[in-house]
């Protein structure tokens, strides 16, 4: 891809965690993309600027909107600094901007992708310095230019980040319980469950809210791209501020005239500091009014009023790091008589990284799907319950 001011299409890399490939996969479909192609923890497509720019305001489950820029072979540190310095990066760069690397390798000259950053950082302000007689300097944490190295084996694939900060930050979660769950694993299972936006959608064991605000973002089509304060596209040296201003506001407004009607969301914790900080969490979003949030015992209160034909709860237990194994399989035992007993007519979601706390659900699983929060590899379980 040459960013620039044609309209050309360009390769595109939209990352994401693993098991929510097909989810980004419709995602990016749903923008008018015909071409995407699902991988390991990525979906490759083709897109021209306005593209670019919408999935990264849109998409839900992207993690990063990764534009390549080459693929060259590069046995060891000297090949990967000589492909790099090749490039012609006062395209992008000027000895005024800031630029970071980020690396992921699985080298066989090095283990340590810290190394191959910065054989690759020495490479762009090389070039520059031969050119303008000037380097421009290093900021990991706010760069103008945000460049991505993945080197494994024997090939290098250098590209740009267009989304800057990760886009799992919507912006909204300043506060937070203990073990958060990323937005894009929230996001990635409420649309996972197939809830149909018109029925009761439930998050009880609610913690800082993170599920319920994002099944109401959802279920109003609010763009998570309008909680950012920046993207990192809006630093390239040919970004499009009219055309980024008319898709901002065009999706700012859609939200406001949704949100006139919101989802039947709720939320619910037996902390009440949790409910707190998850009443927080939801009033950053500038929609506070998409949650009706609870202090609610999930084992011995009533499900809120169900509307529609096919409610849906979604429970995010402990998976047991803080409690002893007798009393988690006990916790999970009672979630189980709780569906059974109050719970007739909803479509129940439970996601845990106890497979065998999950046993005492006493449900037969309809669904199972592997997903990751955070290191913990999960079973994301769907339940009918008649």
């Not at 937005?183 to 319920?212: H, K, Q």
């Not at 950012?228 to 499009?240: E, K, N, T, V």
Request: hydrophobic share 40%; proline share 6%; charged share 25%.
């Amino acid at each position: 891809m040459k960013p620039s001011a044609d309209s050309s299409r360009f390769d595109c890399v939209a990352t994401t965690l693993p098991g929510l490939e097909t989810v980004l996969q419709r995602e990016i479909q749903a923008l008018g993309v015909a071409d995407a192609e699902p991988g390991h923890q990525a979906v490759r497509f083709s897109a021209d600027r306005e593209l670019l720019y919408r999935a990264n305001l849109e998409l839900r489950t992207a993690l990063r909107v990764l534009v390549p820029l080459a693929e060259f072979q590069a046995a060891d540190a000297e090949a990967l600094y000589r492909g790099t310095r090749e490039l012609p990066w006062e395209r992008y760069l000027t000895p005024q901007m800031t630029l970071a690397v980020r690396a992921a390798t699985g080298s066989p000259t090095s283990d340590d992708p810290r190394f191959a950053a910065l054989k690759v950082k020495d490479a762009i302000v090389d070039r520059l310095r031969t050119r303008y007689g000037r380097r421009p300097s290093v900021d990991v944490r706010n760069p103008d230019l945000q460049v991505n190295l993945f080197w494994s084996r024997e090939a290098a694939v250098i590209s740009l980040d267009s989304s800057g900060e990760s886009l799992h930050r919507r912006g909204y979660r300043a506060e937070q319980t203990a073990a958060p769950l990323s937005e894009v694993l929230a996001a990635g299972m409420v649309l996972l469950s197939g809830w149909d936006r018109r029925s009761t959608f439930y998050n009880p064991m609610c913690g800082s809210g993170t599920i319920a605000i994002e099944a109401a973002l959802i279920g109003c089509g609010v763009a998570p791209g309008l909680l950012r304060r920046q993207l990192g596209f809006q630093r390239w040296l040919d970004y499009d501020s009219k055309l980024w201003q008319r898709l901002h506001t065009a999706a700012k407004q859609d939200a406001h005239e949704r949100t006139a009607s919101p989802a039947p969301v709720a939320a619910g914790d037996i902390d009440p500091s949790a409910v707190r900080i998850a009443v927080r969490n939801l009033e950053r979003t500038g929609f506070a009014d998409l949650v009706r949030v609870m202090r609610r015992d999930f084992l011995a209160d009533e499900p809120p009023k169900q509307r529609g034909e096919t409610p849906v709860v979604l429970i995010n237990p402990p998976y047991g790091k803080r409690l002893h194994e007798p009393r988690i399989e006990h916790l999970y035992a009672a979630i189980g008589d709780r569906l059974k007993q109050s719970y007739a007519g909803w479509k129940a979601w439970i996601i845990s990284g106890n497979r065998p706390a999950l046993k005492q659900i006493g449900l037969r699983a309809q669904t199972k799907t592997s997903l990751y929060n955070g290191p913990i590899e999960c079973s994301f379980r769907c339940y009918a319950l008649y």
